[in-house]
């Protein structure tokens, strides 16, 4: 892999013309080229050589013209003239110091996997594959509101969380859900709108955190297939049961106006709704209502309902709602 010197002038002007004419920003042009969208910045800001390959990429895909390049580099450039200097450096020195063993390497292996978490930043500017790090949260009300959000609307590939919302009605939504991963794991989300549908994908990518959420009983596959059930650090807390209710019904819920006649009177009410095709998930929704007494019923096989204002008013006073979708159907 080669990277490109430029003047800086014109490596700046390079970037903002591909972001110009293409209209995307940092996020979805460095995964044009596959790397992430603060490596991408950071070259467009000039801080680091681009690779080749990728400028010919952007160049070709937006029709602008590349830059002079002043000179080519081979990847590890600066390690191999740097450590050559600092071998013969430690040489005249100390003289020579025969093979490295075993426990010379494994040193050293763990020396650089130390620098590489303390800057992986730096390293993926490198062109290294740097995992992502993951905070690990403590048991919590919000974790359990999170366990029910990915079991509402999320799902878990083995590197990958995906959470998919309604990118109208679920757009201040979007920013709760992102503001929640970011307090519980340290992590900034992407978001990335689908084409032609009313849809968001609120994704964070990494082995570490789908590693870490099994430590919590989420994990990988589809839900409905096997039917997953909520898990039981949550099912056994009320506090967890409430707060897990909540990320359900604020994804897979919904709250609606049911009007009628009889003899001539109108009348009204409000319901609301969950819609889900785990079993598992329904009756354990349908268990906690009935344990705030709200008096819940199925219907339709893949639904729990609550009828009458009395009923809807008690379910959000008890368990509430971080979703505007719902509120604003209260009048809240």
Partial sequence: MTRLVFQLVDQISFFKEIKEVSGLDR????????????????????????????????????NVVVPHIVEKREEWWS????????????????????????????RGGV?????????????????????NVFKSPEKSSALAEFVGIVLGDG???????????????????????????RDLFGYEPSVWKRKNVKAVDVVVSGVGLVELLSDFDLSVGDKVRRQVGVPAW???????????????????????????????????????????????????????LHRIGVSPRFAGGNKVWIYGSDGVNKYFKVVGSSNYRLLKKLGV
């Fill in 111 to 131: 020396e650089c996997q130390r620098r590489i978490k303390a800057n992986p930043d730096y390293y993926r500017s490198l062109g290294l594959r740097v995992r």
């Fill in 27 to 62: 996020d979805a042009l460095g995964k044009m080229v596959g790397i992430g969208g603060r490596q991408y910045g950071d070259w467009a800001r000039g801080k680091f050589l681009p690779q080749e390959e990728a400028v010919s990429a952007l160049s070709k895909k937006f």
């Fill in 234 to 288: 949550v099912r056994n807390s009320y506090e967890y049961s409430k707060c897990c209710v909540r990320g359900l019904m604020d994804t897979d819920g919904g709250v609606f106006d049911h009007s009628y006649g009889v003899k001539g009177k109108s009348y009204h009410y409000r319901k609301v709704c969950l819609t889900n095709r785990s079993v598992p998930l329904l009756e354990f929704v349908y268990s906690f």
């Fill in 79 to 106: 390690g191999r003239i740097n450590g050559r200097r600092a071998a013969l450096v430690k040489y005249r020195k100390y003289g020579y110091f025969g093979r490295l063993t075993r426990e010379d390497r494994s």
């Fill in 155 to 181: 799902g878990l590939t083995r590197n990958q969380l995906r959470i998919t919302l309604n990118s109208v009605a679920d757009r201040r939504y979007v920013e709760y859900v992102k503001n929640l991963i």
